[in-house]
């Protein structure tokens, strides 16, 4: 499958603020998007989700843009809080169900 | 409500010996999806199970590594004979169809000596 790449290895990010996590697609089929978290010893658990007719969508604290245009993808977080320290995934998936996940970019919430 | 349930959650044993990984999806899901995850090549898909039967398993590194699913609350995935090489975290998830989010169990972590 296709790769879908982050661009940032690790962020740092100070308590209240907001983070931003951007990732890059590279296959212009995908047609459904995810980020996920994943804390130590954990799998990743799921934040949010879009498709392709969609270039926003709103979560509880979260917001994922989509540019298809460009085929970038961002996780917003806002008021980041210390328990948003983790890593976290961007995936991207072409209609039968495999999604092809990135390397993962690690958030630290600086207290 | 129960999540993805995978079992052991560690699995020490050496090379050679049969290892049999387990997971039950969750309830009312019809996708069951097999990963492993090292740091050198994150996580990759192993295989996918829709309604029980195979549908790819183009990520199964090779003959020793076998998946099957005979209901639909349980899954195995089994390597046979194990090398150190396969030491990894071996995860487990579901969805309710395709393209919906896949829930995943908390892995076994696999150390092959």
């Known amino acids: 499958g296709e790769s879908v790449g982050l661009h940032l290895p690790t962020l740092s990010v100070q308590e209240g603020d907001n983070s931003i996590i951007n990732c890059a697609y590279s296959?212009?089929?995908?047609?459904?998007f995810i980020w996920y978290k994943q804390e130590s010893g954990k799998g990743p658990q799921f934040i949010i989700d879009?498709?392709?007719?969609?270039d926003k969508r709103q979560g509880q604290r979260v917001t994922v843009l989509l540019n298809k245009t460009v085929k970038h993808l961002s996780l917003q977080i806002a008021a980041t809080q210390p328990g948003d320290s983790a890593v976290y995934f961007c995936?991207?998936?072409?209609?039968?169900?495999?999604?092809?996940f990135g390397k993962g970019n690690q958030v630290v919430v600086i207290p | 409500d129960a999540g993805v349930i995978q079992s052991p959650r560690h699995e020490v044993t050496e090379m050679g010996q049969e290892v049999t990984l387990r997971c039950k999806p969750i309830?009312?899901?019809?996708?069951l999806f097999w990963y492993r995850q090292t740091m050198m090549r994150g996580l990759e898909l192993l295989i996918y199970?829709?309604?029980?039967?195979?549908?790819?398993d183009s990520g199964m590194p090779e003959d020793r590594f076998s998946a099957k699913m005979p209901n639909a609350s349980f899954s195995t995935l089994k390597i046979q004979p194990s090398e150190p090489r396969d030491s990894a975290v071996y995860f487990c998830?579901?969805?309710?169809?395709?393209?919906?989010?896949?829930?995943f169990g908390d892995g076994t972590r696999l150390s092959i000596l």
């Open positions: 998830a579901s969805s309710r169809q395709n393209n919906q989010p896949q829930h």
């Open positions: 296959n212009s089929a995908s047609d459904y």
């Open positions: 879009i498709r392709s007719n969609m």
């Open positions: 995936a991207d998936g072409y209609g039968n169900n495999r999604l092809a």
């Open positions: 309830s009312g899901h019809n996708s």
């Open positions: 199970f829709n309604n029980n039967v195979p549908i790819d």
